[in-house]
């Protein structure tokens, strides 16, 4: 992939990611009912984020992600 739209894809999905936690704060203080949105809005910014990142990178993370858990 281009490094350009990676770059562009991280991002986004950092944005997404950013967008999320602002609404969970809203939520959280003003108790709206915007679940669905939110779940939706945090999965495809997690899609973005991973399509952002290098195979070295996610080797990488999977990789202490493992060794942390065993």
Same mark, same amino acid.
């Given at each position: 992939?281009?490094?350009? $739209? %990676?770059?562009?894809?991280?991002? $986004? ?8 936690? @602002?609404?969970?704060? #809203? +939520? #959280?203080?003003?108790?709206? &009912?915007?679940?669905?949105? $939110?779940?939706? $809005?945090?999965?495809? *910014?997690?899609?973005? @984020?991973? #399509?952002? #990142?290098? *195979?070295? +990178? &996610? *080797?990488?993370? &999977? &990789?202490?992600?493992?060794? %942390?858990?065993?």
């Amino acid at each position: 992939m281009n490094k350009e $739209i %990676q770059g562009f894809c991280l991002c $986004i999905g950092m944005m997404g990611l950013a967008y999320v936690a @602002l609404l969970i704060l #809203l +939520v #959280l203080f003003t108790g709206a &009912k915007i679940v669905k949105t $939110i779940m939706i $809005i945090a999965s495809i *910014s997690a899609m973005l @984020l991973s #399509l952002g #990142l290098s *195979s070295q +990178v &996610k *080797s990488r993370i &999977k &990789k202490k992600l493992f060794n %942390q858990t065993c």
